[in-house]
């Protein structure tokens, strides 16, 4: 996980920020066959249909009030968008104290 996010750590900005393809490289890249069923597993998330998490997000999660939408992501889609979203609102609770000004808000 380190190897993926180098680049952001050296530069933090949302441009280093590594994503699901980022990932599936490092997999590839490793000698052991679990880590090429892993990467198997995701190329779904990938190349397929269901490649709606392979990118840099256009939204700015910081800011004071975020509404996350997934009403319209379908079945398969909507588990792994519930846990994105359960993600960015743990990290918006729990985070530092002068961070906690963000007031997430789910539809679905």
């Known amino acids: 996980m380190h190897l993926i996010y180098r680049k952001y750590f050296e530069d933090p900005c949302p441009e280093n920020m590594p994503i699901l393809e980022d990932l599936y490289n490092a997999l590839l890249q490793q000698d052991e066959k679990e880590a090429h069923h892993v990467a198997t597993a995701l190329e779904i998330y990938l190349k397929g ?5 392979n990118h840099r997000t256009n939204v700015n999660v ?3 009030i975020v509404c996350y939408d997934i009403k319209e992501l379908g079945k398969q889609m909507k588990k792994l968008g519930m846990l994105i979203v359960q993600d960015q609102v743990w990290g918006a609770c729990h985070g530092k104290p002068q961070q906690r000004q963000v007031h997430p808000v789910l539809y679905g």
Do not use: C, V
């Open 62 to 64: 910081n800011n004071r």
């Open 49 to 53: 249909s269901l490649n709606l998490f």
